[in-house]
């Protein structure tokens, strides 16, 4: 889908912004907010609410399945097709659970069918290999992406000074999802393993070594909590703040979580009943 066809689909309809908390680092809060409803969004969105379902699931898939040996996190979707491509004897590990993205697709059809739903991503991962699969996506717009279409709209940040809210926000520290390691921090996944079974790493490489231990029985991990960019998706190709080191944007990140968590949630406080009945699992 081209960029325009994206901006038509969000005016022509009644379009729900998906935001990845990395928007943080290239977009002001809130000022995104109101930027977003003034491009023709109806509603705007963390994924903080599908993250904390996402984390519920993976808690009772490790319960459930107390004998295996091995569990791979799957919200990246492109360590996933790294491991079913590169390491296929090490698939039937991954964690057949949707990531938050698709979670939080899924509890907004709930709510309402007619919806069109976009997400807006720091990675091409998002869009190239994950939604494809799943028909509650409609469309993806990365960061960079977004930066284009403000341009293009004449959508000024500075014009957005007020206090926005989400429309759908939970208070929840899954803010910090995006940064290496946030899913088995907010999932407290720890508590389900042994000390030095859980394992965390990111990029390439340190995953290559991390199978090859396993392989080699050099190390006892059984929960590995991964993604494929360097510090998380915190180091996704499309963010425009290319010239911020990782610890600059992770600092980015935790100051964000730390000034949203603060405040009132009020109506906009994402509930557990909103997620009822809806099925987190899927094949990998």
Not at 51 to 74: C, G
Not at 115 to 144: G, R, Y
Request: charged share 30%; proline share 5%; with cysteine.
């Amino acid at each position: 889908m081209e960029l325009q066809e994206k901006i038509n689909l969000i005016k022509n309809n009644e379009a729900v912004a998906m935001l990845a908390p990395t928007f943080a680092i290239d977009f002001k809060y809130p000022n995104i907010i109101g930027m977003l409803r003034q491009l023709g969004f109806k509603e705007v969105t963390e994924l903080t609410f599908g993250a904390r379902m996402v984390n519920w699931a993976y808690a009772n898939y490790v319960k459930d399945h107390p004998e295996q040996e091995l569990f791979i996190s799957t919200p990246c979707p492109t360590v996933v097709a790294f491991v079913k491509n590169q390491y296929p004897e090490f698939a039937k590990y991954l964690i057949p659970v949707v990531s938050p993205m698709i979670a939080m697709a899924k509890i907004h059809k709930k709510l309402n069918p007619k919806e069109k739903i976009i997400f807006i991503s720091p990675c091409w991962a998002k869009e190239n290999l994950e939604a494809p699969k799943h028909e509650e996506i409609d469309a993806v717009i990365t960061l960079k992406d977004l930066k284009q279409i403000f341009e293009q709209e004449n959508i000024k940040e500075e014009n957005f000074n007020k206090d926005y809210y989400f429309d759908s926000l939970v208070r929840e520290y899954t803010k910090i999802y995006p940064v290496s390691g946030g899913l088995a921090a907010t999932s407290h996944i720890q508590k389900l393993f042994k000390e030095g079974e859980v394992f965390i790493t990111d990029g390439v490489e340190n995953i290559k070594k991390a199978f090859e231990e396993i392989k080699n029985k050099t190390k006892p991990y059984r929960f590995m909590d991964l993604l494929n960019c360097p510090g998380g998706c915190i180091g996704g190709p499309a963010i425009n703040r290319q010239d911020l080191s990782i610890e600059e944007r992770k600092k980015i990140i935790f100051d964000y979580t730390h000034r949203s968590s603060e405040e009132s949630m009020g109506k906009h406080q994402g509930k557990v009943k909103d997620a009822e009945n809806i099925d987190l699992s899927t094949k990998y």
